[in-house]
């Protein structure tokens, strides 16, 4: 009895010598997602020898016990030692899919449907009197909901110059994923693609958090410009999961409306000319016979009692003639309504024109 | 495969312009020959009637003698130059006006080059993790605008180190080359607004109109011709009709009636209609009459209700700014220039070249033709009144090296090369709609591998497949202010498995799948409205993307979602903006429908406006999911964002002070691998202010942040604050001085200096210079202590 014993302790030694001989590794979890993927493993050639021969890799749904795909690469030599399987060989299979869902779907978009897998890795002999190897990986291939950005919201107005910049990782998140920004200036009718091959102005990578602070290292992101910002998320070196190009324009203040540029008109002409209509500016020329460096002008509120306007705008003179621009976009006028300018020059007497405010924008 | 070359993408450009000539020729426009003689007696008619009229209502004075000589004198001037400007309108019909005056084959525009150059100091290798050996980033663009027989063309060549450099890039990824056919556009539209009077059109087009209704006119004297001589032959009397009743351009119907009836009984008295009853040829002929009449109003409104009439007719009479707006329409145009302009075949072949772009270009083709990706090759579309014709080809370029480098691609093997057609409607239809058809090639060649530039993306194994797509697009006003797009694509394709004899049984046709059911659920739909309900904008949407549906053209399509979205905005009144959008998706991942994922994402912005220096706004945005991400149970998640933002002015030391606000909170929830939830939480506060101090901007800016997080550096909770002043030392320098303090919270204290500088020298060159260093004063963890960070751009226009 103990001598049956010992040749089949000795038997079964023989066996895993003669398994472990040829050993394939394989990462389900992040290689066998796609069919591309499953040309991305390891083979180990303990014999000494260089061995001709095929693999052939056969995937099953194991709940349903859908067959997927069987794929058989071309007549290889592996050389002893450890070794990445060369990816031209594998590039050059064959693929046959079967008649399922799980298959058809397979073969359509090339990655597998979330589920449970058997992968089996088998490397026929080309010598036949040779032996044949096998090892098996199950997995579940989990789904994953994609990366998406969250803030600044695509298309966004925004009025910070250092943003926080938020998205959701794909999910289910996993610990030990990281995320790598780019974010790049889009240039005046450019499309958010040219993020693809635009020179980086922000570039952060091992990101272990789902936003960031704008770092303050870096210099602000400036007003009225618009910015593109893409993130991905990667796990052991490989990209696990893009997010869509979205851009946001940094702008706080209205954009400057635009001002006439229709001709100056004296200012004394003006005296009898009760429909002057205002758009956005006044303009009018002034002769400035002293050395005086500021006008001296009020604006009343003609409906509001002759109130004088606070908070005029500055405006500076030369001596001599001066094309005079006073800007009436800040000034908080309504439209449609009627002011009087009241100019005071020195030692002569006043210059009164009333005139009607509009805000239109021009052809 | 090897990458495509200059002399390639010239030779498919020509090939294009070859086949563009001929779908010229094939989709010619009806081209109206130019009738000279003819026209030339119309508008001459017209202008002799016109005369005739108006001298008809010239009375010369009676009595004074003298008088009467002098004002004929002045009106005969009048009249000479009412003749004058008719002959230079009728000049303009009858011949040809050259529409570019200078025939050089080559004008140069504005050249603009810019180099950019970043140094970034990154001593812990936080900041640029496997970029770290990067140190330094700089590029380069050197653009112009050229006008190559009056074509507008945009070129530009750049690059930057590490990727796209002269000696790891292909040339052509390098390269733009863009036809710019909007501006051409306008430069014709202004031109022939410059060179062709609108009094020219408006009498050409009075002539189309007096054409067709000379034709209306003809065929209803005919049917009344027909009338009265049947009534001639049985009662052997005339039905007489007054002058110019057939004028179709008369208006009053009413007085057109009681002219024919009152030709059937010429007496005139109360007792003429008692007097004649029971006389038949009497009633027959006011029965005749009847019958003109309505043959009249009939041919009336048949005229009136021509298409081309109705269509001639709006656009009249032509002032400038009406002249203007028809120019704008494109088929309008045409049809100005080929009757009135002079172009060369080229120049003309390029009013319908809508797009012409080679080296590497952005493509946005929509949802299911080709989107978020860059071509390297050729894209091209001509498009006429009738029809449109495009055609694409190019290499994969969408390789993110910034963001990939050092990375395996996991996400998808991108096409090696793709080509296209499409197919559709023109210019003159209501419905723009195409069909379009791509075919995207897969190939393990070596751009896709791990080259020796470090920066480039690491792909796997590709094997040989030919993918492709076929999308369908419509586009249409169902009423004015409602817009619907329809969106519909199928998807097929598989691998092309060449190994060996041995494969010859398994080896597949790529586009059996086009019919067979082998990709289920191989199709993609997606239906938008836009419109204006009840004063507000409204867009819903619903969008369905099949399990099976693989589009290469645009990887960031979500295979297994249904989506329905709806989005109202609305301008309560002067100050209040509402905008509100809602979406749901459910999304199952595998056919068994074992993992899904379901979200319901809401966003609320209210804006007010108070006036143009104040205003506030809140937005409030949440997503909340459930999902089976695992064999064994389900999950909840959220994420949500509450903001309050707005700016507001006050005054101090008699200046204005303006001031933006944003407080915002932040939460995230979501499901992690291993059971646990992922959750974050943070609040922001910003307010910065600024006001001029001698008219340069003195700014202070304030940042608070409170986050959850203490370990990833630019996450942390932090607060810092800035004051910056920017004033010009000479005329071409402005200055920019910065001074901070940083904390952040579980890492250090920082003091920071900024530098800016901005020259402009030689009036073309300017030059811009960042110097930002932060010294720590309070250190947690060396890694970023201390920071350097350089920046310089020069840009050269000339």
Known sequence: ?363 | MNSMSIRHVLAIACLLLMSNIIVVTAYSQEKIPMKSDSLKSKVKGGIKRELAGMKGNVRLPETDTLLPLKEWKNMKGEFNGLLNEPKVIQQQLLSKVALFDDAKFVKPGKVNASVEYTFLQDTSGMELGSLKSLGSVYSYDLSTGLALFELPVNFSFRGMNGVYTSDYTSFNKLLKFNFDHKKYMQTIQSKVADKLDPDALTALTMNRINAIKSNYEKSLRSEIETLQNEYAQKYKSTVKLPDGVTDLSKNDLSVLKSRLMTEANPTIGAMADSAMVGNEAYEKKREVLEKIYQKIAAGKEKFENNKLIKQLKANLPFTRDSYKTFLKQPANLEKVVDEHMELSTVQRLFMNMTKLDMGQNALKEGDFSLQNVINTGVNTEFKNKKASVGVIYGRNNNLNNWLQSGLTSGVANEYSSMAGFKLGSGTGSAVQQYIAVNFFDFKDFSQLGAGDNPLQSKYMAVPQRRDATISFHSDFEVAPKHKVILDVSRSFGSYTNNMSADSQVYKANPYNNLVGDAGKANYAAMVDYKGEILNSDVSVFVKKVGLGYNNPGNILLRAGETKLGFGVSRKVNKQLTVRYNIDYSKRDFDPAKIYTNKALNNKLQLSYRINRNNRVALTWQHTGYRSKLFVDGASRGSNSRLQADGSYSVRAWGKKITNNVTISHQQMNVPMLLGENYKSSSMLLMHASSIAINKNPLMLTLLLNRSNNKDYLFNTSMFSSEVSYIYPVTATVRLGNSVGYYDNTGWNKQLGVKQQVSAILIQKLNIDIDFTYKKAVATIRPELANQLFVSAGMHLNF
């Not at chain 1, 303050?216 to 993130?231: I, N, R």
């Open chain 1, 1 to 363: 009895m103990k001598r049956i014993y010992s040749i089949l302790i000795g038997f079964l030694f023989v066996c895993q010598i003669s398994y472990g001989q040829f050993v394939i590794y394989f990462q389900p979890e992040i290689y066998g997602r796609t069919i591309d993927g499953l040309g991305s493993f390891q083979v180990q050639n303990l014999t000494g020898a260089v061995m001709s021969g095929q693999i052939v890799i056969t995937v099953q749904e194991t709940v349903t016990k859908s067959p997927v795909v069987t794929i058989t690469t071309p007549l290889t030599n592996i050389q002893p030692g450890t070794a990445n399987f060369p990816r031209n060989v594998y590039a050059g299979s064959l693929f046959r899919f079967s008649s399922n869902a799980y298959a058809s779907i397979t073969n359509q978009t090339k990655n597998f449907p979330p589920g449970q897998y058997s992968f089996c890795y088998q490397f026929v002999n080309g010598d036949k009197q040779g032996d044949d190897f096998e090892n098996c990986f199950d997995a579940e291939i989990q789904p994953l909901v994609p990366l998406a950005l969250i803030y600044p919201a695509d298309g966004d107005k925004i009025c910070q110059k250092r943003p926080m910049l938020t998205w959701q990782p794909p999910i289910p998140f996993n610990a030990s994923m990281r995320f790598r920004l780019l974010l790049t200036e889009k240039k005046e009718g450019e499309a958010v693609e040219n993020l693809l091959v635009n020179a980086p102005l922000l570039l952060l990578d091992n990101i272990t958090t789902t936003s960031i602070n704008y770092p303050s290292g870096h210099p602000d992101l400036k007003e009225g410009k618009t910015y593109v910002w893409q993130v991905i998320a990667y796990q052991n070196n490989v990209v696990m999961s893009r997010s869509e190009m979205w851009e946001f324009t940094v702008q706080c203040n209205e954009p400057q409306k635009q001002l006439p540029t229709d001709s100056y008109r004296e200012l004394k002409l003006l005296m009898n000319g009760n429909h002057y209509i205002a758009n956005r500016s006044l303009k009018f020329s002034f002769q400035n016979n002293y050395n005086i460096r500021k006008l001296s002008y009020t604006i009343y509120d003609i409906g509001n009692g002759m109130k004088p306007l606070k908070y005029c705008p500055e405006v500076t003179l030369t001596t001599g003639l001066n094309k005079v621009d006073i800007d009436l976009t800040e000034m908080e006028l309504e439209p449609g309504k009627h002011y009087l300018l009241k100019v005071h020059p020195f030692n002569e007497p006043d210059i009164q024109v009333r005139f009607i405010f509009e805000d239109k924008d021009f052809e």
